[in-house]
């Protein structure tokens, strides 16, 4: 295994409040077993879902701070909605300050927040383990992505993910800003059958 995961993961032990520490920690070993589920690099999945919420510190403020200090470009509904930030920024601080240039690792990082159309093995890994994980709080259709997460397949637990997203963030005060790249990708996850 590589040595840099127990590196990065006592850094984070410091850095993260333990409720994320824990979330963290869960979403790299559920990324090690769909790679092992689905043969993909198992460092390299556990990789991302270690570094993946590593600048879920900051308050909104800070957030947009630190994106414009490195010139990280600002969408709209991410000015409305900082914390949507924390995939872009997240992968800035995994290159700079944790070492990352695996640009697969980085790209899966940045998008885990909406997800994307098209994603790779790595990035529905990443998306799925986020959402799944063990001590994420029971959240409706939450079971359904497990099932199909280990029993129907990669992209069909991405399109039930973002089902159960959305249709959670319609029925709660945050429904006036969905980023629109999250109905892309479901858009694009439809159309796949
Ligand atoms: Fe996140
Ligand atoms: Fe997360």
Redesign the pocket.
Known sequence: MDKRIFEIEEKLKEKLPAKRYIHTVGVMYTCASLAMKYEYDIDKAMMAGLL??CA?YHDDDTMLKRCEKYNICISETERKMPHLL??KL?AYYAQSKYGIDDDEILEAIRC??TGKPGMNKLECILFIS?YIEPSRKKIPGLEKVRYCAFNKGLEDAVKMKLICVLDYLEDSSEKDIIDRSTIETLEYYKRLK
Do not use: F, I, L, V
Request: glycine residues 22%; without cysteine.
């Open positions: 993946h919420d879920k924390h995939g997240g885990h927040t986020d």
